[in-house]
């Protein structure tokens, strides 16, 4: 039979060559792609591992606090710095205690504050009523938003306090004086100083100078009276708002009445006021132009240098607004294949009797009090500036794969990519963060304090959520996920 298979071939050479060669060729391939498949899996694996870091491991935050994009798995872009509050201390010292927790790393959202600074002075060299006209302009990244207001005032002019209520002009000293405050809108927050220096490398990233430092155990918010607390913080050193304020100083071609501001202003106000005012012809004007990030700077380089302004004895900052999340309605997205998912945002009307210039909002207007009736119900509080921190040098996961949201240090990020008509925008543009607190997008809470005077400021239930970090969760494998799970019910359980 061997004899009959080779006669076979050999009466056949050429194709039996070919047959040879064909099966090289083929076993060859098959070793290639075979090898291939091999390294192209390793590679993967190999890449996911160096990825399968991110930031924090779960987030527990209080009841009744997911939106409705959670039903589809989806985050909301910056929902932590919405959250008021709603966990205690006690939850958060029995978090720490649970066995799987490496890290528990909480953060109290605790009101909005204006962060400003002084920058620039108007010299009022004579005698005379001057217009002001101050313009605040903000790029949201879609369009520039302006709002203009104006004043009147009288240089030189010192009225008895009974005769300088309720006029359209107000008093104003001669020589240089300061332009009014220009900042931006902020949330202030509390951290656990030890959990944050853990989870993000908090202590690492605030610079260390004679006037810079981080947060020590004796940093603790002291009872200055009258519920006023004086509290550590440490402030971001970068400023996401991008806006500017123009002020325009005009003095009023009018002339004094013998000589004499207070009979002046009685003239003026005898012959109309401020609507008399406006039809006078102003000399040529001097502006100036503040933006966000010199205000910024300004208040930076005082605090390293350690000659932040001192307020007068007995005075106090104090929040107004509290802090509120974005209502989202789900809705049928017009281009499904590109866009899968689509919610609009519901939009709040302003009650009236809350003091706020815009009277529809993306968020609902929350507020302490009545502040026109008394502080009472308002946190109050004095500054101390002890550090600035660089959020550029946090260990934190920047890549888009494994990025959380860390908002405690960088705006949410945002496209416009549909206009009004549900049509595709070319290019997209890149959404900022808005001079607002109560806006889409907001800036991070750039100004840090302790969770001791988070406490002192909101009471108990003072926490927003805790970001936690669980052992044994380092690789992409079946032990991490073993662990994960496990941790993740644990916290469930003590939480219910």
């Known amino acids: 039979m061997l004899k009959f298979i080779w006669n076979s071939w050999w009466r056949n050479k050429e194709r039996f060559i070919l047959l040879l060669v064909g099966v090289l060729i083929v076993s060859t391939g098959l070793s290639y792609l075979i090898g291939t498949t091999q390294a192209n899996n ?53 978090i720490k205690q649970i066995t799987d927790v490496e890290v528990a790393a909480p953060i109290a959202m605790i009101g909005n504050y204006y962060a400003d600074a ?86 690492q990233a605030t610079k260390k100078a004679t006037h810079s430092r981080y947060f020590t155990k004796d940093d603790i918010a002291t009872d200055n009276g009258n519920d006023i607390w004086k509290i550590p913080l440490i402030l971001n050193s970068h400023e996401y708002v991008d806006a500017y304020r123009k002020y325009r100083y005009e003095k009023v071609d009018v002339s004094l009445v013998n000589d004499s501001m207070t009979e002046t202003v009685q003239d003026i106000m005898e012959k109309g006021g401020k609507s008399y005012l406006k039809t006078l012809p102003l000399q040529p004007a001097k502006v100036y132009k503040i933006t966000t990030n010199e205000t910024s700077e300004e208040l930076v380089n005082d605090i390293l240098k350690g000659t932040v302004p001192s307020k007068p004895t007995g005075s106090f900052d104090w929040m107004y607004l509290k802090p509120s999340s974005v209502e989202y309605q789900a809705l049928a997205s017009p281009f499904a294949t590109r866009w899968p998912f689509a919610y609009q945002i519901t939009p709040q009307e302003v009650p009236e009797d809350i003091q706020l210039a815009k009277r529809t909002m993306y968020r609902k207007a929350r507020t302490f009090g009545d502040t026109s009736i008394n502080f009472k119900s308002v946190p109050k509080m004095t500054l101390n500036f002890i550090g600035v921190f660089d959020p550029q040098k946090l260990n934190i996961s920047k890549d888009p794969l494994t990025e959380l949201p860390m908002e405690t240090y960088f705006p949410a990020k945002a496209q416009w990519v549909m206009d009004k008509d549900e049509r595709p925008v070319n290019p997209v543009r890149d959404v900022k963060p808005t001079n607002d607190p109560y806006d889409f997008l907001t800036k991070p809470p750039s100004m840090l304090t302790t969770l001791d005077a988070a406490f002192k400021l909101r009471g108990d239930k003072a926490i927003s959520a805790i970001r936690v970090n669980v052992k044994g969760v380092e690789a992409m494998n079946a032990t991490s996920e073993k662990n994960y799970r496990r941790s993740r019910k644990r916290l469930k359980t003590r939480q219910d």
Do not use: C
């Open 42 to 94: 390793g590679t993967v694996v190999d890449e996911l591992q160096k990825r399968w870091g991110s930031s924090y491991d779960i987030v527990v935050r209080p009841p009744d606090s997911r939106s409705v994009t959670e039903d589809l798995k989806l985050l909301e872009p910056n929902y932590m710095s919405g959250l008021d509050g709603g966990i205690t201390r006690k939850q958060y010292e029995t």
């Open 118 to 203: 002084q920058l620039g002075t108007y010299d009022f060299k004579e005698p005379g009523i001057y217009k002001v006209t101050i313009q605040d302009v903000q790029d949201t990244g879609l369009q520039q938003e302006k709002e203009t207001n104006s004043y009147f005032l009288g240089a030189g002019w010192s009225p008895s306090e009974s005769d300088g209520l309720n006029r359209d002009l107000s008093p104003q000293e001669l020589g240089k004086q300061p332009l009014m405050e220009f900042g931006s809108a902020t949330m202030l927050a509390g951290i656990d100083p030890e959990a944050e220096a853990k989870l993000v490398g908090l202590d």
